[in-house]
């Protein structure tokens, strides 16, 4: 403050040197400053000590600890102001008020963490329903929601001066009037304003009835101003109109009294019918705006003002949906999004948020989508009433425009895309008993009608208990035998097949806008073609060149990058229940999932399509896989066995291809993979199928089986026995791409640095993954509320690395035990509050005990070298204990301890405890 007293500039040292100090009581102490320090946000003070002479010196010097005292602790003071009133159903209103004064804190802030300025907020909220003023028949929903709030903060410090009391700064510093921190807020609303349809009335509903309109618009507005910011405006608007109809169906069954049709195999026709009318229609509109300025403060003095910076953003949004149900098994659903921008002024232009209110801009982005849904007719046709088959196709297509300054030159860009889905469901219980197998196997026969007792009820004379006794008649040899056959033959139970596919095209550099079904009359034509808007992946881009559809360039001008690509995804789910006899169900379940990306630059020159660009391909692949034949096969000799194969491998593809063995060394891709498969597969290497991607998924199992509980001595010591096993396995392929450097029209006229034949494909790495989760588990609870379970988990994974020739292979064992035991209505005993409390619950006592056995092998193909690189035993036990004290109140205890010893030295061996008591209790009943 001295110094700005004085008139001295922050960048000069003040005092000058050789000047006394202006501070009375440190004559004789040195203290100058430059800049403008602050002394709140120091971190770090350094300490030192200067030899200001021409000679050394000798010297001990002691630092004492420094201590910050004399805080300001001066404390403050807040209140809050609620007050709510409401207006019978009409309005309510709420008011809040609040303020809080300078050294204000909770108790646990310090004295630095405090309010360091005076705040005054106030809040007004108000809700009116409006439509409670007009008459009650009228059905007018009018919510009105107004709300303002203003914020006052006045600083303790100076904000240029940040160590310096505010009312101490006033005289020095001529901005001080504008520190006053300051927020205004306004928001006005009406949501869904509408007309509700008057229930006594008896018109019908029309298209055209206002009632089927909805109106809304919402207004926020934001004034801030402090010491830097001058003036900051925010505001934003949303205006929308919504409209919705749905029809009353009218159907024709033009077939249905035809009495021609009344064969069993001809009923899907007698029950053909047409919907004529859309099933719904929806309109959406929406203004969306925003508006901000901000003007900042110029804070030196004689630098010129700074200019308002500006952001606007006004886009028009509507959208459409049209349902139509075109029979009771074929829905259309249809929707289209536009959105629009308008940007068509300058940036001098002073365009506020209401101006041209109503003008919807340019088109920015359009997005249509078709989807169809068909329920294939399949289970009306005689003996195949137990399929049930789903269709679905949906039909994507979207258009993005560029940017103004831009799109003469690389154009806009549509994409599309189809999605397939066919769901095929299989009851089989359905189907045995369409054939007779149910019948024949319960021995009922055809019951003769008599005549005599035609339109009564027959009388049956045999008591119910002599009925149910016959019932429980023991089966005979025979009967169990038939049984038996009779569980064999119906024993598949349900199957499901589910198979999707999805196809895309993206196509930069269009030049046309969007209309009617997102094509536009352009050139004399409509453009895209009908077909690309509903998904066709005909490739259009010759026909766009002809039609001008794609921007061109001069073969001198420069060249924007362009990238067309297609995309191509299906994935196939099987799954199959078989239950052999009852007690024994297994589950089967299969999948193959496959992905590919093309990509290519496409350039037009001259209105013409340079094609000449590589090509590239890239995706993944996987299918469930059967590796069972290894699993319990010595690692090194199935190694042994996949380097062999190689050499037959190498044979059968010179034989096939009629090119020298010498093509498919030991290192090709070609030669690798097929051997890999083979050997770790547990197939013979002559007959396995040299192609990389398999057609047909080999399913994996469940299996689970309950009949224990059939036997006399299970009955009596079990209240439930299982055992379970699981198999599944995997082949995958990471990730694949098409070889540059091979050649379509001579693909064996080259080779590679190490003397192969150029690969069509090439592959990263290829995955082989099984495991057993389980390979056996017993599940037992005993009548005694003892319980007990085990189980053996056996996992492997294999990765065929071809960029450095190397198999990496993960190998997991674990063995989990677990004892469990339940002591009902156990009593215990608390003392709260020096009183003695009873409760009575159950304890339930789990404990759970495993240990796990991870190994990572890599293994070098060309060379002898085996190394571990990875890996841990781990043991794991866990405890757990529960008491309800009630119905709502649960005390745990748990226990947990883990330790581990790694494979490698690398690591060292770690443990871990953890052990806890909670308290859970529930609210409510």
């Known amino acids: 403050m001295l110094r700005f007293s004085d008139g001295i500039a922050p960048n000069i040292l003040y005092p000058a040197e050789g000047m006394p100090s202006p501070i009375p009581g440190l004559e004789g102490y040195t203290i100058r400053v430059k800049g403008n320090p602050n002394l709140a946000n120091i971190k770090t003070i350094m300490l030192g000590v200067k030899n200001a002479s021409n000679s050394s010196q000798s010297a001990e ?65 108000t809700n009116v329903n409006m439509g409670k003023l007009l008459p009650k028949k009228w059905g007018i929903n009018l919510p009105l929601n107004y709300s303002i709030s203003e914020q006052f903060k006045d600083p303790k410090y100076d904000p240029q001066y940040q160590d310096v009391l505010f009312n101490d700064a006033k005289s020095v510093n001529p901005k001080s009037k504008e520190s006053r921190d300051y927020t205004k807020r306004r928001s006005i609303s009406l949501i869904n304003v509408h007309k509700e349809r008057n229930p006594s009335t008896t018109k019908k509903a029309r298209f055209y009835n206002v009632e089927n309109l909805a109106v ?40 249905k009294n035809w009495t021609l049709l009344n064969s069993k195999y001809l009923k899907f026709l007698k029950e053909f019918n047409i919907n004529l009318i859309p099933s719904t229609i929806s309109v959406n509109s929406n203004i969306i705006r925003s508006y901000n300025e901000q003007l900042s403060r110029s804070l030196i003095v004689g630098l010129p003002q700074l200019p308002t910076l500006k952001q606007r953003r006004f886009l028009f949004d509507w959208d459409y949906t049209i349902g139509y149900n075109l029979t009771k098994s074929l829905q259309f659903n249809f929707r289209a999004t536009n959105n629009y921008v308008y940007d068509d002024f300058l940036p001098a232009d002073d365009i506020k948020i209401f101006d041209n209110f109503f003008t919807m801009g340019r088109p920015n982005h359009y997005h249509q989508s078709l989807t169809g849904t068909y329920k294939v007719p399949i289970n009306k046709l005689p003996y195949l009433n137990f399929i049930n088959a789903d269709y679905n196709y949906t039909a994507d297509f979207d258009w993005q425009a560029s940017s103004l300054s831009y799109v003469e030159t690389i154009g806009n860009v549509i994409q599309n895309a189809n999605t397939s889905t066919i ?99 352009y050139g004399g034509g409509l453009a895209p073609t009908f077909g690309f808007v509903f998904g066709s992946q005909i490739d259009i881009r010759q ?69 000449d660009s590589p090509i590239t391909e890239f995706g993944n692949f996987s299918i469930s896989h059967n590796m069972i034949k290894t699993a319990f096969k010595n690692s090194e000799q199935t190694f042994q066995e996949f380097k062999n194969n190689r050499a037959i491998i190498a044979q059968r593809l010179s034989a096939e291809t009629g090119q ?24 013979n290497a002559s007959s396995v199928k040299l192609t990389p991607f398999k057609n047909v998924p080999i399913p ?13 001595w299970f009955k009596k010591h079990f209240r439930s026995f299982s055992i379970a096993h699981s198999y599944n396995s995997l082949y995958s392929i990471t990730s694949f791409s098409n070889n540059l450097a091979y050649n379509e029209s001579n693909p064996y006229g080259q080779t590679d640095i190490s003397g192969n034949f150029f690969s069509k494909t090439l592959f990263t790495n290829v995955n082989l993954l099984d495991e057993f989760s389980p390979l056996i588990k017993v599940d037992m609870k005993m009548k005694n509320f003892v319980s007990l379970s085990g189980r053996i988990n056996k996992d492997r994974g294999l990765t065929l690395n071809f960029n450095n020739n190397t198999i990496t292979q ?108 909670s308290v859970r209790y529930i609210i409510g009943n």
């Open 61 to 125: 010097i002691w630092f004492n600890e420094m201590r910050v005292s004399e805080f300001d602790n001066q404390g403050g003071w807040a209140a809050v102001v609620n007050a709510d009133a409401n207006i019978a159903d009409f309005a309510n209103v709420s008011v809040t008020g609040r303020m809080e004064t300078k050294g204000f804190g909770s108790i646990e802030q310090r004295v630095n963490e405090r309010s360091q300025e005076d705040t005054k907020l106030y809040d007004i909220v």
């Open 216 to 255: 809304s618009y919402a207004y926020n507005e934001m004034y801030h101003r402090n010491y830097n910011i001058q003036k900051f405006v925010d505001q934003n608007i949303r205006a929308s109109v919504n409209y919705n109809y749905s029809f009353e169906p009218k159907s024709l069954e033009p077939f």
């Open 423 to 521: 769901g095929l469901d299989f009851d089989f219980n359905k189907f045995y008993k369409t054939v007779g197998l149910t019948k024949l196997m319960n021995g009922k026969g055809k019951v003769k009608k008599n005549t005599k007792t035609k339109g009564k009820e027959p009388k049956i004379n045999t008591p119910i208990s002599v009925r149910s006794v016959k019932r429980k008649k023991k089966k005979t040899l025979g009967g169990k035998i038939g049984q038996g056959v009779y569980d064999v033959l119906t024993s598949v139970k349900k199957a499901r097949l589910n198979y999707t596919e999805n196809n895309g095209t993206f196509l930069p550099g269009y030049k046309p806008e969007i209309g009617f079904l997102g094509r536009n009359n």
């Open 543 to 611: 026909k766009a060149v002809e039609n001008g559809w794609l921007t061109s360039r001069d073969v001198n001008d420069p060249y924007y990058n362009k990238t067309f690509s297609r995309t191509h995804f299906d994935k196939l789910d099987v799954s199959l229940n078989v239950r052999p006899f009852k007690n024994f169900d297994i589950e089967l379940r299969g999948n193959k999932t496959y992905t590919k990306n093309l990509s290519q630059q496409i350039d037009v020159v001259n209105n013409s399509l340079v094609t």
């Open 660 to 683: 020298p063995v010498n093509g498919f060394g030991e290192t090709s891709q070609q030669v690798m993979l097929p051997a890999f498969l083979a050997a770790y597969s547990g197939q």
């Open 700 to 712: 994996g199992w469940n299996i689970t089986y309950k009949g224990f509980m059939k036997m006399k």
């Open 810 to 917: 993960i190998k997991g064992t674990e063995y989990v035990i677990g004892l469990g035991y339940r002591i009902k209505d156990l009593a215990m005993k608390f003392r709260f509050g020096g009183e003695v409390t009873k409760v009575k619950g159950d304890l339930n006592l789990r404990a759970d005990l495993s240990l796990r056995d991870n190994e990572t092998i890599i293994k070098a193909i060309d060379q002898d070298n085996n190394q571990v690189t990875g890996g841990q035993r781990l043991l794991s036990l866990k405890f757990f204990a529960d008491y309800a004290l009630n119905k709502n109140l649960t005390a745990s205890f748990y226990f947990d301890q883990s330790s581990s010893k790694y494979a490698i030295s690398t690591t060292f061996p770690r443990q871990s405890i953890s052990t806890g008591l």
